[in-house]
């Protein structure tokens, strides 16, 4: 009788157990459930998973502490910053050398357009000799025609000629080759041009040579 009476306390109290752990609604990180499917906290034990992280480690599958002092986690920042600071390096570089090759081209361009006038400017001198020896109106009207042309086509390509008569001397775009004296004229006017200069792009690509006027000292 007492075997089967023990028994029967045995069952009563696994019953009792079994409605206990049924029903727990225990408090977070603070789980002794042993029936994962029923339990109704919230500290990871229903998933099977517990959180066992302490101070300075971790030891979750997935940290998701906001001021994690694991190693792993640190190792996982530093990387992502290390990519970033690297993709950042690639996109400056890549930007840099855009910059440089866009200039370079600018560069050449200009380069090439300056070798053609080189060509251009020994043209245009024999114009000016030529014309001082033509007496024919309608062929010096001609020779001025096939002179305007070229000087219209080297404007669009951005190639002015220096003026020079009845201007001041400016030794950034003159180049004096002789002097007259004037007395009706100021010091420094140039009177006459012996070769014409041209700047292209607001640069000197010749320098015109002239011949200035300078007063004699009484």
């Known amino acids: ?9 045995n069952v009563k109290n696994s019953e009792e157990n079994l409605k206990n752990e049924e029903n727990c609604k225990c408090d977070e990180h603070n789980c002794d459930c042993k029936h994962d499917e029923n339990c109704e906290c919230d500290c990871g034990c229903k998933d099977g998973k517990e959180c066992n992280c302490k101070e300075g480690e971790c030891e979750c599958e997935n940290c998701g502490c906001e ?7 640190k190792q996982e920042e530093k990387a992502i910053d290390q990519y970033l600071a690297l993709a950042q390096r690639i996109q ?11 200039d370079q081209l600018v560069l050449e361009r200009q380069e090439g357009v300056i070798s053609v006038i080189d060509v251009f400017l020994p043209c245009l001198d024999t114009f000016k ?23 219209d086509a080297l404007n669009r390509l951005k190639v002015e000629k220096i003026e020079t008569i009845g201007q001041k001397f400016d030794p950034k775009i003159h180049d004096v080759v002789a002097v007259m004296h004037d007395e ?35």
Request: with cysteine; net charge positive; glycine share 4%.
């Open 67 to 73: 001021d994690c002092k694991c190693e792993d986690c």
């Open 184 to 218: 009706n004229k100021d010091d420094d006017i140039i009177l006459d041009e012996y070769q014409a200069g041209y700047k292209y792009n607001g640069k000197v690509i010749r320098y015109s040579k002239v011949i200035v006027n300078k007063r004699e000292v009484k």
């Open 1 to 9: 009788m007492k075997k089967e009476k023990d028994i029967s306390n």
């Open 129 to 151: 000799e030529a014309k001082k020896s033509i007496t024919d109106e309608k062929v010096l009207e001609g020779v001025n025609m096939i002179e305007n042309k070229i000087l």
């Open 92 to 102: 400056a570089e890549f930007e840099n050398y855009r910059r440089r090759m866009a």
